[in-house]
C-alpha cells in the first residue's frame, strides 16, 4: 500500500517544551517548568505520488513545523512518518555568504546540500542560467538584488533533485515575476510526477497550483482533499474569522491554544539543562 | 556506545568534501572582510607574540628557557597554541552558529566541529611559517625530527576536535558552557607550557599534574620535534595518556552528537 503513497502520516505529533517563563500559561503553577505544547497533534493523512498538495492554515497553525518534520530536519515525538523517496525542504536564502561572490556560493551552498564536486560543476551553466545574473556571479552576492539572490539560491537548491519538494513560504521573498519564474519550473517538474508540498499564505496561488490541499488549523488536521474543495473551507473560515471581534478572536485563539497544552507528566531525564 | 562512535566517524569520512568546502569559503569569507586578509594572517599572530617576547623575554628578563632563547622558545610553543585556543573557543559555537542551515537543510551536524577544526588549521599553516622563519633566523637546522610537528599537528586536531564534538553539544543544552569555556581559555594559557616551563619550584607536585593537561603533550611535542631534536616517541606514557584522553572524549562526544543529532533544530 506504501508503494503509490509518497507520504503518510498516521497519528504524527510534535511537541515542544514551553519556556519557563511562560508561567501564566500553566494549570499547574508548581511544575510550570515542564509544560509542553502540541505544535502538531494528531496528524493523519497520506499523499499520493505525483500530487501537488498546498497547505493552508493561519498564522501559528503548525505548517512551519510540518514542513521541518516533512523534510526530515525535526524528529516526530509520537506516532508514524512514512516517506517513499528523497525529501528536501526549498531553503532560498540559507545558505549563501553575502562576502562571496556568486560562483563562490554555488559551491559553498552546493557543499552544504551535500552535492558532490562532480555534480557542482554539472549544475553551475544551468544555476547560472536560471538565475539570469550574467556577469553579476563573479560579484559578492552581498552586491545582488533581492531578486538576484533568491534566483540563485532556488536554483542551486533545485539541483538536489529529490522526489519530494517541500516548499515554504519560499516564493514571497522575490517580486512577482521571480513566483511566476519558480511556478513554471515547479510546473516542470509537477509534469516530472514529482510531488510537492505548497506552503503558502497566497491562496490564489495555491488553487492555481496545486490539486489537493491539507489545512491544519491550531496546530491540528482539518481537512484533506481536492483543492477547490478544502479552499473554499479555508476562505469560509478565514472570513468567519476576520469577522469575529476582537475579544472573539482572542477566546478563539485561546481555546485553541488550550486544546494544545499538555499537563506536565513524570520528570524527564536533562530536564537540568532544558530550560 | 561504539556505534554512536562509527556513526559519527563514517558520516565525517562521507562527507569529507563538505567539511573541506565549507571550512575553505568561511575562511574565504572573513578574509574578504577586510582589505589585507592574508596579511593579518600573519600579523596577527605576531603582535601576538612580540607582545609575549617583550613582557616575558625581555621586560621579565627570562633569559634562556631549557636552554633556549626566549622567543624561538615561544613562537613554537605558541604557534600550538594559537591553533588550540580558537578551536576550543570557536568550537562551542560551532552547531549553535550554523542554526540558520540546521533549521532549514537537512544537514549532518556531526561533522559541524570538524568544520571548525579544519577551517582553523589555515590559520595555523601561516602560524607555523612564522614560527619556522624565526627559529631558522635564530640559528636552527631543519632536520629529520621537525617531520614530527605534523604528529603533533595531527594530533593538536584529533584532541580539539574531540572536545569540540562535546562542547558543541552542550552548549546547545546549556548557552552558558560558551562563556564558561572562554573565561577559563586564560588560566589554562598559563597552566600549560605556553609563555612559561610550567614548573612550580616550591610545589613538585604541581609538575605532574601539569602533564595531565592534554595540551602539555602537544605543546611539548611541538618543542621536542623544532628545537630539542626528539623523536616522536620520546614520552609513550604522555603519549597513552593523551590518546586515551582523546578516545573518551570522542566516545562521549558522540554519544552527545547521536543522542540530540534531530533535537537542535528544536533547541535554537
Known amino acids: ?275 | 556506545m561504539f556505534k554512536s562512535l562509527l556513526f559519527v566517524l563514517k558520516e565525517n569520512y562521507q562527507n569529507l568534501y563538505r567539511i573541506i568546502s565549507i571550512a575553505k569559503y568561511e575562511y574565504l569569507a572573513t578574509l574578504r572582510d577586510s582589505k589585507f586578509g592574508v596579511f593579518w594572517s600573519f600579523a596577527s599572530p605576531a603582535i601576538q607574540v612580540l607582545t609575549y617576547w617583550l613582557v616575558f623575554g625581555i621586560g621579565m628578563s627570562r633569559g634562556k628557557q631549557d636552554g633556549i632563547e626566549y622567543l624561538p622558545w615561544v613562537i613554537v610553543g605558541f604557534s600550538a597554541w594559537w591553533y588550540i585556543s580558537p578551536c576550543i573557543t570557536g568550537g562551542c559555537s560551532a552547531i549553535h552558529s550554523k542554526a540558520n542551515i540546521i533549521s532549514r537543510m537537512k544537514f549532518p551536524v556531526s561533522i559541524l566541529p570538524a568544520t571548525t577544526c579544519a577551517k582553523e588549521l589555515i590559520n595555523h599553516f601561516f602560524m607555523l611559517i612564522i614560527a619556522i622563519v624565526v627559529i631558522i633566523a635564530y640559528g636552527f637546522t631543519p632536520n629529520i625530527y621537525w617531520l614530527g610537528t605534523l604528529y603533533y599537528l595531527v594530533c593538536a586536531f584529533i584532541f580539539v576536535w574531540s572536545f569540540t564534538m562535546i562542547s558543541s553539544v552542550i552548549t546547545m543544552l546549556w548557552r552558558d558552557m560558551k562563556t564558561m569555556v572562554r573565561s577559563f581559555m586564560r588560566l589554562l594559557l598559563y597552566m600549560s607550557p605556553v609563555l612559561w616551563t610550567a614548573r612550580f619550584r616550591s610545589f613538585p607536585m604541581m609538575n605532574k599534574l601539569m602533564k595531565l593537561n592534554p595540551i602539555y603533550y602537544i605543546v611539548q611535542g611541538y618543542r621536542d620535534s623544532m628545537i630539542f631534536s626528539k623523536p616522536i616517541t620520546a614520552h609513550p606514557h604522555l603519549a597513552i595518556y593523551f590518546w586515551g584522553v582523546c578516545a573518551l572524549m570522542l566516545i562521549v562526544g558522540s554519544a552527545l552528537m547521536n543522542k540530540f543529532q534531530k533535537r537542535f533544530v528544536d533547541m535554537l
Open chain 1, 1 to 275: 500500500m506504501d508503494k503509490e503513497y509518497s507520504i503518510v502520516f498516521k497519528n504524527v505529533s510534535k511537541i515542544y517544551k514551553l519556556k519557563a517563563k511562560n508561567k501564566k500559561f500553566a494549570k499547574d503553577k508548581k511544575n510550570y517548568k515542564h509544560t509542553k505544547f502540541y505544535a502538531l497533534k494528531d496528524i493523519s493523512f497520506a499523499i499520493e505520488k505525483g500530487s501537488v498538495v498546498g497547505v493552508l492554515g493561519t498564522n501559528g497553525s503548525g505548517k512551519s513545523t510540518l514542513s521541518i518534520v516533512l523534510s526530515g530536519i525535526s524528529d516526530i515525538d509520537e506516532g508514524e512518518m512514512i516517506v517513499n523517496g528523497e525529501q528536501a525542504l526549498i531553503a532560498i536564502n540559507t545558505g549563501l555568504n553575502p562576502q562571496l561572490t556568486g560562483m563562490e556560493n554555488i559551491d559553498l551552498k552546493g557543499a552544504l546540500l551535500g552535492l558532490s564536486k562532480k555534480r557542482i560543476e554539472e549544475i553551475k551553466e544551468s544555476v547560472i542560467d536560471f538565475a539570469e545574473i550574467g556577469d553579476f556571479i563573479y560579484q559578492p552576492v552581498k552586491k545582488y538584488s533581492s531578486g538576484m539572490k533568491s534566483r540563485l539560491g532556488f536554483a542551486i537548491n533545485l539541483a538536489l533533485d529529490p522526489d519530494i519538494y517541500i516548499i515554504d513560504e519560499a516564493l514571497s521573498v522575490g517580486d512577482k515575476a521571480f513566483a511566476q519564474k519558480c511556478l513554471d519550473k515547479m510546473a516542470e517538474l509537477k509534469k516530472e510526477g514529482k510531488t510537492i508540498i505548497f506552503i503558502s499564505h497566497a491562496l490564489p496561488q495555491v488553487r492555481k497550483f496545486c490539486n489537493q490541499a491539507l489545512w491544519l488549523e491550531g496546530g491540528q488536521f482539518k481537512e484533506f482533499g481536492d483543492i477547490d474543495e478544502v479552499a473554499d473551507h479555508y476562505a469560509e473560515y478565514v472570513e468567519y474569522y476576520n469577522g469575529l471581534s476582537k475579544k472573539e478572536k482572542q477566546e478563539e485563539r485561546d481555546r485553541k491554544f488550550a486544546a494544545r497544552i499538555i499537563e506536565p507528566k513524570e520528570k524527564k531525564r536533562w530536564h537540568f539543562f532544558k530550560k
